[in-house]
């Protein structure tokens, strides 16, 4: 094959790309590296859900019994093993191996972009996802926003008073924070709910927003005031030492003390040179802290009846769900996904040393 500059002619085109374009084509290659990634992590869900105990079926068949006009006493008068049985789960497709299964999910997908049928509830799984992923985003969003301004503002300063009495003290209180358990925070805020009756148990108005606007605000917002504290509290934690420990690392190189050589003033110095460097660390792991913000807000959901992506998950597993379940995972690991491809574009747009494709 005919060669031009060591480059084939076949990759000749693609190394163009990637010099004259190198942050457009490290995100077309991440992309294309997530795509895999989710089917994968789809052929592993169909495996492992395949392998749970339990039969799906049972339930489905159970269900139809209870909800005929017979009631309850038609329990006694169906048999819900054998030609019946077998004929629901051919038509659920779920006689078929898991692979056969999944490849014929993802046709669905690509093709018609349907995330099929609940098979407990029947419902369409697209419209299921979207009537709770609204709810999880908004509660976690509010999350990451109040840790990331109140981690920001607070490690920043007290980075300023470092060894002092205050310092130690709140470098304490946020060790203890990082190291109490959530669960047993949230338990003891609805016990603290339940016996004062300042706020609701539930975290979500009984009322939907399209009756009261304005009085579902205020509303939504003393539901879900606990909530948000336990994840603020959860993650704040963490994330102050961080910040408080990066900003100490930087204020500590030699390019701040020829800074200070200069004459230059402390509060510039803090804001414009040693606070900027701390946002790399940070930006790197903000993609991973949404993602633990969604993995953690499942038990915070089941606790607090908060409608949200995390319960719909629970409910879709001890179902045996497998439509529903496999939806939520790749749906939820698309958004980290897009969060980390994300963070990565930030870091290049606040660290001109970064450049992506580039060769040096």
Same mark, same amino acid.
């Given at each position: 094959m005919k060669q031009t500059n060591g480059i084939s002619i076949l990759w000749r085109p693609l190394y163009l790309f990637r010099t004259r374009a190198p942050l457009l084509s490290f995100i077309l290659g991440r992309?294309?590296?997530?795509?895999?990634?989710?089917?994968l992590l789809g052929f592993a869900v169909f495996g492992l859900m395949a392998l749970a105990p339990g039969d799906i079926v049972g339930q489905v068949m159970l269900q139809q019994i209870m909800s005929s006009t017979e009631g309850r006493a038609a329990v006694?008068?169906?048999?819900?093993?054998g030609e019946w049985a077998d004929t629901m789960r051919e038509?659920?497709?779920l006689d078929q191996p898991f692979y056969v299964q999944y490849g014929r999910w993802l046709r669905q997908v690509i093709l018609h972009q349907d995330l099929g049928i609940g098979l407990i509830s029947r419902a369409p799984v697209g419209f299921l996802i979207r009537s709770r992923i609204i709810n999880s985003l908004i509660l976690n969003l509010i999350s990451l926003v109040l840790i990331t301004f109140f981690s920001f503002l607070l490690g920043v300063y007290f980075s300023s008073k470092a060894g002092s009495r205050l310092d130690l003290a709140v470098s304490f209180f946020s060790l203890t924070l990082h190291a109490f358990p959530g669960?047993?925070?949230?338990? &003891?805020?609805? @016990?603290? /709910?339940s016996l004062t009756g300042l706020f609701p148990v539930t975290a979500y108005p009984p009322f939907p927003f399209q009756d009261e606007p304005l009085r579902f605000v205020f509303s939504y917002a003393?539901?879900?005031? &606990?909530?948000? @504290?336990? /994840?603020?509290l959860g993650g704040i934690g963490g994330t102050l030492?961080?910040?408080?420990a990066t900003m100490l690392d930087q204020l500590?190189?030699?390019y701040i003390t020829s800074i200070r050589s200069r004459g230059i003033a402390e509060w510039r110095i803090y804001l414009a040179h040693a606070f900027r460097n701390t946002l790399n660390p940070y930006i790197t792991g903000a993609a991973n802290m949404l993602a633990g913000l969604f993995s953690g807000s499942l038990i915070l959901e089941i606790i607090f009846a908060y409608p949200g992506i995390g319960r719909l998950m629970y409910e879709a597993v001890m179902q045996q769900d497998v439509n529903l379940v496999l939806a939520n995972i790749m749906f939820i690991s698309s958004l980290v996904l897009v969060g980390m491809l994300i963070s990565d574009i930030c870091l290049a747009l606040v660290d001109p040393r970064i450049r992506y494709g580039r060769e040096t």
């Open positions: 992309l294309l590296v997530m795509l895999f990634m989710l089917f006694a008068q169906h048999d819900i093993s038509d659920l497709g669960i047993l925070m949230l338990i &003891l805020l609805q @016990l603290f /709910a003393h539901h879900i005031f &606990l909530p948000l @504290l336990v /994840a603020f030492r961080f910040i408080r500590g190189q030699p």
